[in-house]
Protein backbone atom coordinates (compact mmCIF):
# COMPACT_ATOMS: atom_id res chain seq x y z
CA UNK A 1 0.00 0.00 0.00
CA UNK A 2 0.85 3.84 -0.15
CA UNK A 3 0.17 4.64 3.67
CA UNK A 4 2.47 7.02 5.31
CA UNK A 5 4.65 8.00 2.16
CA UNK A 6 3.22 11.54 1.96
CA UNK A 7 1.35 10.88 -1.49
CA UNK A 8 -2.22 12.38 0.02
CA UNK A 9 0.02 15.76 1.49
CA UNK A 10 1.67 16.02 -2.05
CA UNK A 11 -1.26 15.82 -3.79
CA UNK A 12 -3.74 18.23 -1.45
CA UNK A 13 0.02 20.74 -1.49
CA UNK A 14 -0.19 20.23 -5.65
CA UNK A 15 -3.94 21.22 -5.72
CA UNK A 16 -3.61 24.11 -3.29
CA UNK A 17 -0.81 25.76 -5.66
CA UNK A 18 -2.83 24.86 -8.72
CA UNK A 19 -5.96 26.63 -7.44
CA UNK A 20 -4.38 30.00 -5.96
CA UNK A 21 -2.84 30.47 -9.39
CA UNK A 22 -6.76 30.49 -10.66
CA UNK A 23 -8.64 33.74 -10.13
CA UNK A 24 -11.90 31.55 -10.69
CA UNK A 25 -11.44 28.79 -8.06
CA UNK A 26 -13.08 29.99 -4.59
CA UNK A 27 -13.50 26.91 -2.92
CA UNK A 28 -12.34 23.48 -2.75
CA UNK A 29 -14.50 20.20 -1.47
CA UNK A 30 -13.56 17.39 -0.13
CA UNK A 31 -14.73 14.42 1.62
CA UNK A 32 -13.56 12.06 3.95
CA UNK A 33 -14.70 8.18 4.95
CA UNK A 34 -15.37 8.79 9.01
CA UNK A 35 -13.58 5.73 9.76
CA UNK A 36 -10.13 7.21 7.90
CA UNK A 37 -7.91 7.34 10.86
CA UNK A 38 -5.22 9.59 8.64
CA UNK A 39 -7.41 11.30 6.41
CA UNK A 40 -9.67 13.61 8.74
CA UNK A 41 -6.06 14.58 10.79
CA UNK A 42 -4.43 15.38 7.44
CA UNK A 43 -7.54 17.27 6.10
CA UNK A 44 -6.96 19.18 9.97
CA UNK A 45 -3.79 20.18 9.28
CA UNK A 46 -4.33 21.76 5.93
CA UNK A 47 -6.84 23.87 7.82
CA UNK A 48 -9.91 22.63 5.68
CA UNK A 49 -13.29 23.20 8.21
CA UNK A 50 -15.74 20.37 8.44
CA UNK A 51 -18.79 21.13 7.17
CA UNK A 52 -20.83 18.66 8.32
CA UNK A 53 -21.52 14.86 7.84
CA UNK A 54 -23.03 12.80 4.93
CA UNK A 55 -24.68 10.13 6.47
CA UNK A 56 -24.02 6.71 5.08
CA UNK A 57 -22.72 7.96 1.58
CA UNK A 58 -20.63 4.73 0.47
CA UNK A 59 -21.98 1.48 0.61
CA UNK A 60 -19.43 -0.98 0.72
CA UNK A 61 -19.19 -4.42 1.80
CA UNK A 62 -22.69 -4.53 2.98
CA UNK A 63 -21.81 -1.88 4.79
CA UNK A 64 -22.88 2.23 4.93
CA UNK A 65 -20.03 4.29 5.40
CA UNK A 66 -20.63 7.92 5.99
CA UNK A 67 -18.57 10.78 4.92
CA UNK A 68 -16.82 14.28 6.57
CA UNK A 69 -17.74 17.08 4.37
CA UNK A 70 -14.96 19.76 3.97
Keep these: MYWGQGIGQQMIN ?11 IK ?18 KFGVKEEGVSRKELFINEVFISTFCY
Design 14 to 24: MLKDWAEGKNT
Design 27 to 44: KINSRTRTDNPRGIPMCK
